[in-house]
């Protein structure tokens, strides 16, 4: 395309809450920003989930346009960025040695798709914890297993439920009701894929 466009709507995109717009093709000509080849700009937005970060995003693109010698819109842009995010859901795992209660909600907004996510292993020390049944009540297509310690240190334990999640396909797992005190292994290999959803009370 032409170099020497002039970019209009800058200040509009900008205004619009939690949208940012970095310049890098861009030369400033007195008081009027021009494409000067490349990828030009690119627009980021923030929202409370990734949806409404892309919806603010694509608002602020709408704003801009760039501009040729005849006064002609010359801007072209991509749309296919975070489609593939949004479509993907996250795959779930879930730890719990109790009913699993808090792990009602969780499987309601997967439902109904408040959460853009799927429940696809749920794992127990407890072979009777009823959070078991929650697990097999959502299919054949979801993991549910039972991992005995007997006989097991708290790291090879904890490496065998490793062993089940990561064999589900689990990117995320949640800690529901999980009567145990988790190993440095499982801590260091699930680091910022971990939540303690419902916090248990563990002896000393």
Known sequence: YPKG??????PEANAISGVKVYHAGTKLDG?????????VLAVT?????????????????????FVG???????HNGTDIAKGAINKKLRLGVLGSTRGTALIPVIEAC?????????????????????????????????TKFVSSKGLSREEFDAECTSVLVGAGVEYVLLVGYMRIL????????????INVHPSLLPK
């Open 183 to 194: 190993s440095k292994p499982f801590c260091d290999f699930w680091a910022g894929r971990c």
């Open 45 to 65: 937005g923030m929202g409370s989930d990734l949806k409404e970060a892309l919806a603010a995003s694509y608002k602020a693109v709408g704003k801009l346009d």
């Open 111 to 143: 439902a109904n798709g408040s959460l853009n996510a799927e429940i696809v292993a749920v794992v127990s020390n407890k072979s009777t914890a009823p959070i078991l049944e929650k697990g097999k009540a959502l299919g054949v297509t979801v993991t």
């Open 69 to 75: 010698e005849g006064d002609e819109s010359l801007m």
């Open 5 to 10: 466009m002039a970019i209009t709507g800058l």
């Open 31 to 39: 008081d009027v920003s021009r494409c000067s080849g490349g990828r």
